[in-house]
Every structure is written in C-alpha cells, then in structure tokens.
C-alpha cells in the first residue's frame, strides 16, 4: 500500500486541502460554497508558489498592487460614489449609480458591453453583485458591486444582470453585449433553457422587460478567468459587509 505523501510547504498543504474528502464539510464551517471554496485556495496556493520561487519579486509585485481599503462600499441601497477594484490590480473607476448621463464616449462603437457576475457564501446566504461596463473595443467606464442580503448563487447572478440594465436603461444605451460566466443563466436568456425556478422567474421576466426597448442585445458565456474583474467586485462587497458587521 502506498502511503500519501505529508504536506513539506504551505502549497503542498493547500494543495491536500484542495484534494481533501472533507471539502464540503470545511466550505460549510467557512461559510462558503465549496466551489468558492476550491476557488480561493487555487488562488492562494499559486500565490504562496510564486512567493516560495521568488520571493523578493513576489513582494515587489505585492507592494505595487495592493489594493486600497475603503470600509464602505455603498450609501444606502445602491452603491458608493467611487470604488475600487484594487484586487486585481484593475483601476478605479466610477460607481455607476452616480452616473446620470450615459459614459459611452462620442468616439468608437456605440456598444455598451457589460460583465456581470453573482456572489453567494452559503447557497443561499449572504449574496452580492459585481457589474463591469466596457465600450466594446474601448475602455472601461464604470463598475458596481452591492450586497444584496440572502439569496443563491443563480439569483445573484439574475440580480446582477438586472441591475445593470437598470443602468442602461437610464442612460439610455441601445445596444449591449452582456457576458457572464454562468452557463445557466445565458442559456436561459438565450432561450435554449425554459425558466422553472419560482425564485428565477420573476427575475427573469424583469430582464426580458428591461431589453425590450434595446436595438441590439447579446448574452454570450465567458470563463471564470475573462469574467474575474466583476467576480472581485461581486466578493469585495461580501467582504466589506462582514467587516461592516465587526
């Protein structure tokens, strides 16, 4: 028979966690979707192996991207003036809610493209949202993240596309590309899955309204990894409402 190998570093142990029988039961006592779960620690054994193989660069690297702390994320319901997304090293930009006119510049594509994503520790408990908006082959433009109390996964993913709809419509903006790395939910909104779900329904219904007036609107799927900008808005609004309740 032969003997598992014991953990020598930080990384081998994170890697055994990572492989470990009682992931679920662990996910649980975090408060966390064993996904997210498996999620972070990936993150954090990649990081600790770029620290053990180069050290002073990785603090370098660390030092020139630390993101910066602010304790509130939003004012009220909706969101704050300006926020960050400093944790993948991606700037700052505007919160969309204090956005009254559409950013879209007068140069290049009219096209809003929007990356969303939804947050939920616990499937359902605290649930947030992370929006991105981009002009397509542009800049960025603005971003949103809130936490929007208890719910699944799917329907944080639902109420972050709704949100940002909400956005457009006000704005004005008649063409946009939604992208989202929730293979479920584009589906959905592309008509190959119905919509079952008494808690999706409504949500769903509340899109299908808000895009009735667009001219153009895609939903395409993306990776995890292309949609990592608002999945770090979507848990920075998680993380700041538990520290908020310290």
């Keep these: 028979m032969v003997q598992s ?3 020598e570093t930080l990384t081998d142990l994170l890697r055994t966690i990572e492989r470990s029988g009682e992931l679920r039961s662990l996910a649980r006592e975090c408060g966390l979707s064993v996904r997210e779960l ?5 993150i954090w054994r990649r990081e600790l192996a770029n620290a053990e193989a180069a050290p002073e660069e990785f603090m370098a690297s660390q030092r020139m991207t630390a993101p910066k702390v602010t304790e509130k994320i939003g004012q009220g319901s909706t969101g704050s003036a300006q926020s960050s997304s400093g944790d993948g090293g991606w700037p700052d930009l505007v919160d969309a809610v204090t956005l009254k006119k559409s950013p879209l510049p007068k140069e290049g594509l009219p096209i809003m493209e929007i990356f969303t994503d939804g947050a939920s520790r616990g499937n359902p408990g605290p649930a947030s949202i992370g929006i991105v908006f981009r002009q397509k082959d542009g800049p960025d433009l603005a971003e949103h993240c809130e ?3 208890k719910a699944t996964n799917n329907v944080a993913e639902y109420q972050a596309v709704v949100t940002a709809l909400e956005h457009v419509r006000r704005w004005k903006v008649r063409k946009v590309h939604l992208y989202m790395d929730s293979e479920l939910i584009v589906r959905q909104l592309s008509g190959v ?3 079952k779900s008494p808690d999706l329904r409504p949500l769903y219904q509340q899109v299908i309204f808000l895009t009735r007036d667009l001219t153009e609107f895609r939903v395409s799927h993306v ?3 292309q949609n990592a900008q608002a999945d ?4 920075k609004a998680l993380d700041a409402k538990k520290y908020r309740e310290l």
């Design 38 to 42: 498996r999620r972070r620690l990936a």
């Design 223 to 225: 990776k995890r990894a």
């Design 193 to 195: 899955y119905r919509v």
């Design 5 to 7: 190998k014991k953990p």
């Design 147 to 149: 936490a929007i109390g």
């Design 232 to 235: 770090a808005l979507a848990n």
